[in-house]
């Protein structure tokens, strides 16, 4: 009997992976990499600082944007038709999305049954490795993509600011007034400005897929699901409490692009992603919160495609903080007992950035509060 139904579990495999396959010439046509000339980014100054009164960035019009080619495992390519003036979405042939997920362990894309993925696909789904035959599966509206996942008897804390946000009451109230807090103690410009600030770095990759490193309760997932602009936004989270915040909000929107987004628990130092497929990584205020901020770049950076973009948001103690005695040996002991990381200066995070491999490092400040974007070079 035993046997039995492990023929029957190969068989069901065996014909998720000839799924897979069958889609091989799509995957051709959509791992070329590139831009249209147009859209290539203007020269920005490298570091400047916006006034608080003012917006931090000019929203473009629709007619306006830049055409966009931007190839990658889950492509839509947008281009401006010369005639009309106007922005054209040419859908890539390739209509699935799934190729961008892999198995933590291996780094190989994961087969999954659904060819599309959504919150609501993934509910009840089973996504396996081809190569180590791992299965994970979803749990309520998010799928656990951990190295850990499925463990029954191991278990592992993770350092305090990781294991803090998996407390329900901590995921309930932070963005129920907590997240609003950071604009009074950090000079955070807001999620709106935040949101738009974030769009104008990622003007390049338009069209392309996202992911919302360390997305908390999705305030900014949300946002770039609804915008439109992506293809995929993937919400990412090692909290799993955190996740379940988010899908209660995206329910209580009845105008929600459910298609566009999918929830996926995973720790920020092991990217369930297939290397080089994904076009942009947002994180907001997240960086400080990482064990280990490299090990978290240099993720991202092999997951970013070539010409892939990172964004992101965290706070420096600087100005007339950088004058405390020391405060370096102080942040290693912070380091030691919390697992966050205190920057002390832009040239911190451009110095991490670069270590990591990413290129073009430009940063916009506001008091504590600074935005930080990369690019993998192409
Ligand atoms: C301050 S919240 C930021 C939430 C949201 N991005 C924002 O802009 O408000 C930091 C997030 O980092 C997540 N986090 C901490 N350690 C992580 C790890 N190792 N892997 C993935 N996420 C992690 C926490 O669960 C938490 O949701």
Excluded at 80 to 102: F, R
Excluded at 128 to 138: D, I, L, V
Excluded at 145 to 153: D, F, P, V
């Amino acid at each position: 009997m035993r046997i039995r139904g492990r023929l029957e579990k190969e068989k069901q495999m065996r014909m998720m992976a000839t799924m897979f396959t069958n889609n091989s010439p799509n995957v051709l046509l959509s791992t070329k990499i590139g831009y249209s000339s147009s859209s290539r980014r203007r020269p920005t100054p490298r570091f400047f600082k916006f006034n608080s009164s003012t917006p931090i960035v000019t929203n473009y019009p629709l007619a306006a944007k830049p055409a966009i080619r931007a190839f990658s495992a889950s492509t839509v390519l947008t281009e401006t038709d010369p005639l009309l003036d106007s922005t054209a979405t040419v859908e890539n042939k390739d209509k699935t999305n799934n190729k961008v997920l892999a198995c933590p362990i291996c780094y190989e894309p994961l087969i999954s049954s659904t060819p599309i993925l959504s919150v609501d696909s993934l509910r009840g789904a089973t996504l396996q490795c081809n190569t180590c035959k791992k299965a994970y599966y979803s749990k309520e509206a998010h799928i656990d993509l951990t190295a850990s996942s499925g463990a029954k008897a191991y278990g592992e804390l993770r350092p305090i600011m990781t294991e803090f946000f998996r407390i329900p009451l901590v995921s309930f109230v932070y963005e129920r007034g907590w997240r609003q807090s950071f604009s009074f103690w950090s000079g955070f410009p807001g999620p709106e400005k935040e949101f738009e600030s974030a769009k104008e770095y990622l003007k390049p990759v338009l069209g392309g897929n996202i992911i919302d490193a360390s997305c908390g309760s999705g305030l900014f997932s949300r946002l770039f699901a609804k915008s439109g602009l992506f293809s995929l936004v993937v919400a990412l989270d090692f909290s799993e409490n955190m996740l379940r915040q988010c899908y209660e909000f995206i329910k209580e929107d009845k105008d929600f692009p459910e298609e566009k987004l999918i929830l996926v628990r995973a720790d920020i130092s092991r990217l369930p992603f297939v290397s080089s497929s994904v076009d942009a990584v947002h994180a907001g205020a997240a960086l400080h919160c990482w064990p280990s901020p490299s090990t978290a770049v240099a993720e991202i950076s092999r997951v970013l495609r070539r010409g892939g973009i990172f964004v992101a948001t965290t706070y420096l103690v600087d100005g007339p903080f950088g004058f405390i005695p020391f405060l370096r040996p102080l942040r290693q002991n912070f380091l030691q007992i919390s697992g966050s990381h205190v920057f002390l200066s832009e040239d911190e995070l451009e110095d991490l950035c670069r270590s990591c491999g990413l290129v073009e490092f430009k940063c916009v400040r506001n008091r504590g509060f600074v935005m930080i974007s990369a690019t993998k070079p192409s």
